[in-house]
């Protein structure tokens, strides 16, 4: 991303606003050439689901060291605020890390996330003086509460986790983001460059996607159109796209056009 227009994100400046996730890839070999072909910056681990403790080759760290890129872990898997809470506190024992991803999970076959239970945990964590990047459903009155319990982020889904449907519904994701003022991602159910180029067009601050890259036939070459999507539709929102009409109008200027007789 340009770095005149950096993503501000829980006081910290970051060049590229496609975020990525490190889980279902085959192997931490193509886990790395992913996540270098995105440009992200910043990663989601889930805590729940993988070993930072583990040395070796085979490591995290090894593969996508903490010094170069920031660590999101995340709640993922957890049913209860009182799991994701637990979890989340396990990032800062771990790592000292204090931005986080709240996932709060209402239905383990929809995986649609709790409300309830998220806007608990959520009020919990704000209150330890933890960065809270919030996972939601598109409800602009939800993502409303979660920016005044003082989340740093939050993240409506664009359709159910690895749906792969793109954006259901704009409508909302862009009454989000006109009415918060803390950054809005689109988290979830973004399956082609094009959702993630929409999302940009909308408004968003960025997008996060695991899913769209790790079932991709190509994940490798997926990354790096999700990269350019995001870019592209950050520089269409910021240039402000033409309205649109119920009727045509000539790309042409009609004045000074030679008239057949004047030939």
């Not at 950096?6 to 890839?25: D, E, I, M, N």
């Not at 601050?205 to 999700?226: R, Y």
Request: glycine share 8%; proline share 5%.
């Amino acid at each position: 991303m340009q770095a005149k227009d950096p993503l501000l994100l829980a006081g910290k400046s970051f060049q590229s606003r496609l975020l990525v996730g490190t889980g279902r890839y085959k192997d931490m070999q193509q886990t790395k050439q992913v996540v270098e072909a995105s440009g992200a910056e910043i990663v989601t681990v889930a805590l729940r689901r993988m070993d930072l403790s583990k040395k070796g080759q085979d490591s995290l760290h090894e593969t996508l060291s903490p010094s170069q890129y920031t660590y999101l872990p995340n709640s993922a898997g957890c049913f209860t605020a009182e799991e994701a809470v637990r979890t989340l506190r396990l990032a800062r024992e771990m790592g000292n890390w204090t931005l986080v991803k709240l996932e709060v999970i209402g239905d383990k076959q929809t995986l649609y996330p709790d409300v309830g239970e998220t806007l608990k945990a959520a009020d919990i964590l704000v209150r330890e003086g933890f960065q809270v990047m919030a996972y939601t459903t598109d409800d602009p009155v939800v993502a409303k509460k979660l920016e005044q319990i003082g989340c740093a982020a939050v993240m409506p889904l664009a359709a159910p986790i690895g749906s792969g449907l793109g954006i259901v519904n704009p409508l909302n994701i862009r009454m989000i983001v006109e009415s918060l003022r803390v950054p809005v991602f689109v988290d979830a159910g973004i399956g082609t460059a094009s959702d993630a180029c929409i999302a940009m067009e909308l408004g968003c601050a960025g997008v996060l996607l695991n899913t769209a890259l790790a079932d991709a036939e190509n994940p490798v070459l997926m990354a790096s159109a999700m990269k350019a999507a995001v870019i592209a539709g950050r520089q269409a929102f910021l240039a402000g796209r033409m309205p649109k009409r119920d009727m045509a109008v000539a790309s042409s200027p009609k004045d000074g056009i030679l008239s057949a007789a004047s030939n």
